[in-house]
């Protein structure tokens, strides 16, 4: 998609933190609601414990603002138009066997105006979401989202002209000031929304098939959370960008970030730059292989998984996803050991070997990575590469990997509490709050067991709780069916 000229004048200045127009709502308090969900999030966003009882576990992690420290005033002329505006460098610390690297992002504030906004998530709304019922490749759950720029081709021509003004003389001359690349071009762009009974969340990733991201929150007025960065492969080292409408976020295709919303709805503008038009024309990710090769971990795992699966404009190629993998374990990259331990349990371009799984596995769990947490937990509850079942172990794990917001962990640590396990007693109550937690990111299991535990509530005589739990239970079971559950399609099939 063609937006400007190549060069733009940038410069920068020091200057005070600037004003918002208008007042976040990123840190309010939240409403009351439901006696599950509201105990759910106010131990996510407090960190701590339920207040009724000391021994459960806060099923997400806390919510903590990163805290940009100097600001610079900016001036961008491009296109016969100058902006003036703030900019603030965020850093991340990345720690992997003992060397550190830096992650760099930066927040620009007021980038586009509140109206500008404003009238994009307006026109958003007007021309409709699209329910994409693909699996999202973050996470494989169904995205919601509207498409205006796909590998360069525009979609949605009116959205397209509302925002081609400000990539114009805003939004492409900074990128390519900033990261020193006249040749930077638009690729992809789109508006992703966020709300309850849809997706609130999109766990850590990162954007492998950008040169850089530009990400503006719409309506931080009306959510809690939002768009997050982390550092490590745990989410204790996970921080929030705190924002107000028009501010925009920019990183490089090596920095670990995600969303998750507490309370609220949330829509944000997307835009994925490639460092060339060819690269957009081939969806090339060409930019990851000097970065590889100069020992960015990040950038080995992330070209590792296009050669894995042939994507990226890389060809599949198992062998060479097994050295970038390995290379980039070594140095102690948890997504690495932790891929490659999935690798040895499926003999996937090496032999079929739990043992060296379960190896793998520790390694990354051991760095924090629920994934790792999970899988490990669930080698342990199986005695799979282990020398003996081991419970009380594998529920330790998936606790882990719970409190971090790993929904196949909630799912198992919810099944355990329902079943009654080594050092956990049988608890419903529990166990719904567990289920709870992972079927509102879209895991159709969880769905699936927390409509059953409603049903048999309701079931109950003279239960006074909740005159609609089996209306809630009804629900449950339709989102799980439309993701294909079979056991809710045929729940639902015995109901009509």
Not at 459 to 472: P, Q, V, Y
């Amino acid at each position: 998609m063609q937006v400007g000229p190549g060069a733009a004048r940038y410069s920068t200045l020091s200057c005070s933190t600037p004003k918002p127009c208008v007042t976040s709502r990123w840190l309010r308090p939240l409403p009351t609601s439901s006696r599950a969900s509201n105990r759910l999030r106010s131990s996510c966003i407090a960190g701590r414990v339920a207040p009724d009882d000391s021994a459960h576990l806060a099923l997400c992690p806390r919510l903590i603002p990163y805290r940009f420290s100097e600001w610079h005033a900016v001036q961008i002329e491009a296109a016969k138009h100058c902006w003036h505006g703030a900019e603030a460098t965020g850093t991340l610390s990345v720690n992997q066997k003992g060397s550190e690297d830096a992650r760099e992002f930066f927040l620009l504030k007021n980038l586009l105006t509140c109206k500008e906004a404003e009238s994009i998530a307006d026109q958003s709304r007007e021309f409709g979401i699209e329910y994409d019922p693909e699996p999202d490749s973050v996470d494989g759950c169904p995205a919601f989202h509207s498409l205006i720029v796909q590998h360069g081709q525009i979609l949605n021509p009116a959205l397209a002209s509302l925002l081609k003004p400000i990539l114009q003389t805003r939004i492409l001359p900074y990128v390519k000031a900033r990261f020193a690349s006249p040749t930077i071009t638009l690729c992809d762009a789109f508006i992703r929304r966020y709300q309850q009974h849809e997706r609130l969340t999109i766990s850590n990733h990162f954007d492998a098939l950008a040169f850089a991201t530009v990400v503006v929150d719409l309506n931080p007025q009306d959510h809690t959370g939002g768009l997050y960065v982390q550092a490590g492969a745990g989410a204790e080292s996970r921080r929030f960008c705190e924002v107000t409408p028009g501010d925009a976020v920019v990183h490089q295709f090596d920095l670990q970030h995600g969303v998750h919303v507490y309370e609220g709805h949330r829509q944000s503008l997307v835009l994925w730059f490639c460092d060339s038009e060819q690269s957009c024309a081939e969806g090339s990710a060409r930019w990851l292989l000097p970065a590889s090769e100069g020992g960015n971990t990040d950038a080995q795992f992330n070209l590792a998984g296009l050669y894995d699966h042939g994507s990226g404009g890389f060809p599949q190629d198992l062998d060479e996803a097994i050295r970038w993998y390995q290379r980039s374990a070594e140095a102690g990259n948890p997504f690495s050991q932790n891929r490659l331990g999935t690798l040895h349990e499926l003999g996937r371009g090496v032999e079929q070997d739990p043992c060296r799984a379960v190896h793998f596995w520790r390694l990354a769990a051991e760095q924090g990575n629920p994934q790792a947490q999970f899988a490990l937990g669930e080698a342990w509850w199986a005695c799979y590469g282990v020398h003996e079942q081991n419970q009380g172990l594998a529920i330790e794990l998936f606790a882990a990997a719970a409190q971090q917001g790993h929904a196949g962990a909630q799912h198992a640590l919810g099944e355990a509490y329902l079943e009654g396990a080594e050092r956990l007693p049988s608890s419903q109550v529990h166990a719904e709050e567990c289920f709870l937690a992972a079927a509102q990111q879209q895991h159709a299991d969880a769905q699936f067991s927390l409509a059953l535990c409603l049903r048999a509530r309701a079931a109950i005589a003279g239960n006074a709780d909740d005159a609609n739990l089996d209306e809630t239970a009804q629900q449950w079971l339709k989102r799980a069916a439309a993701q294909g559950h079979g056991g809710a399609i045929a729940a639902l099939k015995q109901r009509q």
